[in-house]
């Protein structure tokens, strides 16, 4: 009796040892899943890496398809650069703070150069202070952070001709004469409203422009439908529409969606800024002659060749400061460490296939 | 079986039959006597807790051997600045789910604290005035809980699903889309900073009072005791004398406070106030309270395998980070372990009831078997 009951717990407590070798077999086996997952995608950047010059690019969020563009740029700008080992790291969501522990992975691993589109210009100040302190540049790109925090910011382009390339190309379709309207995102963005002020300004001042009437701005909110809706009701309000100018992305391609199907195809001119895939259709179609939009992927390449100037010492971030970004040609640094990329470029039916964005 | 019924010779029936009788008697002693559960120093090394801390000490080995310069002050300093909200308000958040009961409103009060902070800021108050208005506008977001679920008696997740989204709305009405970064320098760099080499941060030492705060609270006091009988039955509760309507009531207020703090935490900490702060957090925080051992449905766990878990979530994002690791990876790591966590205890408790009743066959080898050899033996006779 006594024999079977010491027996009895001694198994339990046997089992019980066995159980917690199990969990923490099973932790550890986790953990070296992961592990090995990543060496396998960035064992030979790493290998390189070791005292190499590294350069990693923290996006707003992952999986965007426009930071994937951009990314696309920074990826080839990097390499052209010269750099060994190129990494993209972000977070899932663009929340002001989720960027800072992925800027301290990055200071950790002694990288050299971060380009960083900002959240929040102020929520990622003492983590890129801290990587700077452990001698990292910071490129800033897309979305500014607090200039006090970063050696340059690349800029995608200057809003003035964001707008005047607006107004050319909306001139040139309707034969500079007649009533157009802008179709614009919400009422309040800040960068919409500077492209209209912008706009405004040149319809009134640029005699080319005398005969051009703007007779409404509305918005369709960044919102597919509500877009659409408005675009059909500027055409019913406002029957001698010789043009619409869209400056957003979702109302240029919801307005050419209804006009593709209704009777003002060809007859109203639509353009603003658009995405070529987005497009495509739409400008083959016969809808839409010319529309705009900077080429996201430049924004990375040429981040990736000022990261390249900055450990260079080729720049300081200074104003005047001059460096080559591979093809794109010279760029300066202007006010405030500044570097704008480049114009718009204007995408036609001859020139749309060449893009995949 | 009807072979072995055969074999088996009529004389030898009487025989067997009290042999059995014994030996099924005095084997059912000896499975009484032995103790259920563990006792003594097994209970401790091998409990729900220290499987957490052993999974933990496992993780930061293998991660010290495994990855490049995670052996360093510095990681212990960035990894514990990134997990100190989640381990302030894990702390109330236990409690508050040993009963029985969930906070789903933790990060907009949070949200809210730091909307507040910021505004007030701005306004020109003085830090100090700043800090305590956020810390009396936490404790009255946790009474507003507190009194719908205690007082009121509605249930605690439609509660704080609705304060969830009520105290967020608050925050965004009171500092909308603004952004206030422009905190004292010298406050947001004490907030940053660390303890001399050690690399550990200075935040750590209100951190680690609040953590012993409630687990003094739980672990040593009747209050706390009280809490685990709340979780099992609240009714039974009553009946022993325990006050259910005031004990929930604090706990909702604890949550609030914590909630402000860490609000206050993560504000100076990122200098950027704004009404977004912390979103999605309480979510983080459940989930590592019931990695650590928490049962979502009371009446089980405890402060020590809690900070485990908070830890071991932790120490593997970092990990993950510091490979490079996408944060889609990371996601699916957390969720699985959460998951196996919740799962394991189950999995575990049908193993033993299955090996318990393979021990009852083979301690008794024979039973089954002689007992139904018995059975035709006596019975087919008796028949015929």
């Known amino acids: 009796m006594e024999f079977i009951r010491n027996h009895g717990r001694k198994g339990i407590a046997a089992r019980r040892l066995v159980s917690v070798a199990a969990v923490a077999a099973t932790v550890a086996l986790l953990a070296t899943g992961c592990a090995s997952g990543s060496s396998s995608t960035s064992t030979g950047t790493d290998g390189a890496a070791a005292g190499d010059l590294s350069i990693t690019f923290i996006p707003k969020q992952l999986n965007n398809p426009y930071t994937d563009v951009v990314l696309g740029g920074g990826k080839k700008g990097a390499t052209e650069a010269g750099f060994g080992a190129t990494q993209v790291v972000g977070p899932l969501e663009a929340s002001a703070s989720s960027q800072v522990s992925f800027i301290n992975a990055e200071t950790q691993a002694g990288t050299k150069v971060i380009v960083i589109a900002a959240n929040d210009p102020d929520a990622v100040g003492p983590a890129l202070t801290e990587a700077r302190a452990g001698g990292a540049k910071i490129v800033a790109f897309d979305s500014d952070t607090n200039p006090k925090y970063r050696d340059v910011f690349i800029s995608q382009v200057v809003a003035k001709d964001v707008a005047l390339i607006q107004t050319k190309l909306i001139s040139d379709q309707i034969g500079g004469s007649g009533e157009i309207a802008i179709l614009s995102a919400t009422a309040n963005a800040t960068n919409q409203n500077g492209w209209i002020k912008f706009m405004e300004e040149e319809l009134a001042s640029n005699p080319a422009y005398k005969d051009i009437k703007l007779v409404a701005k509305v918005y369709g909110d960044d919102d597919d439908t509500k877009s659409f809706q408005e675009a059909q009701g500027l055409l019913q309000a406002h029957p001698n529409l010789k043009g619409i100018i869209s400056p957003t992305t979702v109302g240029i391609a919801a307005t050419a969606r209804y006009l593709s199907t209704s009777e003002y195809k060809g007859k109203v001119a639509l353009t603003g800024l658009g995405l070529p895939n987005e497009m495509r259709p739409f400008v083959k179609d016969g809808t839409v002659t010319a529309f705009a939009l900077w080429d996201p992927a430049q924004l990375g390449y040429v981040a990736a060749f000022a990261g390249k100037a900055l450990v260079d010492g080729t720049i300081t971030g200074k104003e005047g400061d001059k460096f080559t970004a591979g093809a794109l040609g010279e760029k300066t640094v202007g006010a405030d460490g500044l570097v704008v990329v480049g114009p718009p470029t204007t995408f036609t039916k001859d020139n749309i296939d060449e893009y995949d964005f | ?384």
Request: with cysteine; glycine share 10%.
């Open chain 2, 1 to 384: 079986m009807s072979n072995h019924t055969k074999q088996s010779p009529a004389p030898a029936g009487p025989d067997r039959i009290t042999a059995l009788d014994t030996r099924l008697i005095s084997t059912d002693k000896t499975l009484a006597s032995v103790p259920k559960g563990r006792t003594g120093a097994a209970r401790v090394l091998l409990g729900r807790d220290a499987i957490m801390i052993y999974a933990l000490i496992v993780f930061v080995l293998y991660a010290s051997i495994a990855i490049p310069r995670f052996a360093t002050p510095v990681t212990v300093g960035f990894l514990l600045l990134d997990v100190i909200p989640v381990l302030l308000i894990a702390m109330p958040m236990t409690l508050v789910i040993i009963t029985g009961e969930i906070d789903l409103s933790v990060a907009s009060i949070a949200g809210l604290t730091s909307a507040l902070m910021g505004v007030l800021w701005a306004a020109g108050l003085p830090i100090e005035v700043v800090l305590v208005v956020c810390v009396v506008a936490g404790v009255a977001a946790g009474a507003f809980n507190g009194f719908l679920i205690a007082v009121v008696g509605l249930p605690s997740l439609a509660v704080t699903i609705g304060t969830l989204a009520l105290y967020r709305g608050l925050a965004l009405v009171v500092i909308g889309d603004n952004a206030i970064a422009n905190f004292p320098p010298e406050l947001t760099a004490f907030f940053t900073s660390k303890l001399g080499g050690t690399g550990i941060p200075t935040m750590m030492i209100p951190v680690a009072v609040v953590a012993l705060f409630f687990g003094v609270l739980l672990h040593l006091t009747p209050f706390g005791r009280g809490l685990y009988a709340l979780g099992f039955s609240t009714e039974a509760a009553t009946f022993v004398g325990i006050r259910v309507a005031r004990a929930k009531f604090w706990l909702y207020v604890g949550t609030g406070t914590v909630s402000a703090l860490a609000g206050i935490f993560w504000t100076l900490r990122y200098s950027s106030a704004r009404s977004d702060n912390a979103t999605g957090l309480e979510l983080t925080v459940i989930a590592a309270v019931l990695l650590g051992g928490v049962s979502i449905f009371g009446g089980k766990g405890s402060i020590p395998g809690v900070i485990a878990g908070v830890l071991l979530i932790g120490t593997i994002n970092f990990s993950l980070r510091l490979e490079r690791i996408s944060d889609v990876v990371l996601i699916i790591v957390t969720g699985t372990l959460l998951i196996a966590s919740v799962v394991t205890p189950n999995v575990y408790a049908a193993i033993k009831a299955w090996r318990q009743s393979r021990r009852l066959h083979n301690t008794l080898p024979q039973v089954p078997a002689s007992g139904a050899t018995n059975a035709t033996a006596s019975g087919v006779p008796e028949r015929k």
